[in-house]
């Protein structure tokens, strides 16, 4: 699925949910019978069982950890889909239908946006989106100096007063996120990767994405995913070609403090990666945002009959029977006897 996602460490403990530390004093062994320790020099351990969290504490507490935990996007978007979805009743209209392609004789349509090779354009406006659900639907506006634009300004242009109160729309965010997968030639998974790390560092700094530091967070998790994504990863000062006014040294701080604040936890697994890429088809057919259909031509058709003879050989060989073992000395009884022919 593209590239390799590499783990350098995982966090000791789980985000926002602190481990109960018990004491050697406070835990001692009891047993039915009086049993003499006074040989016994060894130190009583914790079995694992009490001391890891339950799966869904977990997974509640890390929804980018964990495959079968709900994305925090698409929670925070079900409030507009709802609010949508209640005005179309009231009003008595049709929501806006999307214009999709329809395959006929001599002509056949086909989704060229998949799990391992996603459509780069829906991706970016989908994560956009995404990033765009999550400021407007914040809890609260909690951040950090780090990633606050006002004391590190991304330009040299006077920051507005009402910067860190007014909302900025889809278009904004999309038009940030384009340039820079654009000029430093990003792929759609790195998309991907990004807004798992978002999320990832919104759970574990406890924090919030607002108006006021939104660029400096997705430009710290567009960085850290195309160095972890892409074998060759684009370097902090080449983002410094992109953005005029940024220097190398801002930015390497504020990867510093990224990583921390993730814990270097920077594992991405395939599950949670599928997770995040069908939640996001999820959130554009609910805002009627559709994927691209492609024809079918020659050059595409010939080469999914090409990977369809590979699988049908390959599960041909697999349902083979395998090659006779030899048989212990317990099954002896089950073995049929041939008669042999005496000539």
């Not at 994305?71 to 005005?87: A, I, P």
């Not at 009003?91 to 998949?114: A, E, V």
Request: hydrophobic share 35%.
């Amino acid at each position: 699925m593209g590239g390799t996602v590499s783990c350098c460490m995982s966090p000791r403990e789980t985000p926002k949910i602190h481990r109960r530390e018990v004491e050697l004093e406070e835990a001692p062994i009891t047993t039915t019978e009086e049993v003499d320790v006074s040989e016994d020099t060894g130190t009583y351990l914790q079995h694992i069982s009490d001391r890891e969290l339950p799966d869904e504490l977990a997974q509640e507490a890390n929804p980018s950890d964990h495959p079968r935990a709900s994305t925090l996007f698409l929670n925070k978007s079900q409030t507009d889909v709802r609010e949508k979805r209640k005005s179309h009743v009231l009003n008595h209209t049709s929501p806006r239908l999307m214009t999709k392609k329809s395959s006929s004789c001599s002509t056949i349509f086909i989704d060229d946006s998949t799990v391992s090779q996603p459509n780069l354009k829906s991706t970016v406006k989908c994560v956009t989106l995404a990033v765009y659900y999550h400021i407007k639907n914040r809890d609260s506006s909690h951040t950090l100096e780090i990633f606050d634009e006002k004391k590190h300004p991304l330009t040299r242009e006077k920051v507005p007063e009402d910067y860190a109160t007014t909302d900025p729309e889809h278009k904004l965010i999309y038009r940030f996120v384009r340039t820079l997968f654009s000029s430093a030639q990003l792929t759609a998974e790195c998309a991907i990767v990004t807004l798992v790390y978002l999320e990832r560092l919104l759970t574990y700094a406890e924090m919030d994405i607002c108006p006021g530091n939104w660029k400096r967070i997705v430009l710290g998790a567009i960085l850290l995913a195309s160095k972890v994504w892409d074998d060759q990863a684009v370097w902090n000062v080449d983002y410094c070609q992109i953005l005029k006014d940024i220097t190398v040294e801002d930015m390497n701080e504020m990867e510093r403090h990224f990583l921390e604040l993730l814990q270097f936890n920077i594992n991405v697994p395939a599950s949670v990666y599928a997770k995040y890429y069908f939640d996001l088809r999820s959130l554009a057919e609910d805002n009627n945002l559709s994927f691209p259909l492609e024809p079918l031509s020659n050059k595409r058709a010939q080469k999914l009959e090409a990977i369809s003879r590979l699988c049908e050989d390959k599960y041909k060989d697999m349902s083979r029977p395998n090659m006779r073992r030899s048989l212990s000395a317990d099954n002896l009884l089950g073995i049929r006897k041939s008669h042999a022919v005496l000539s």
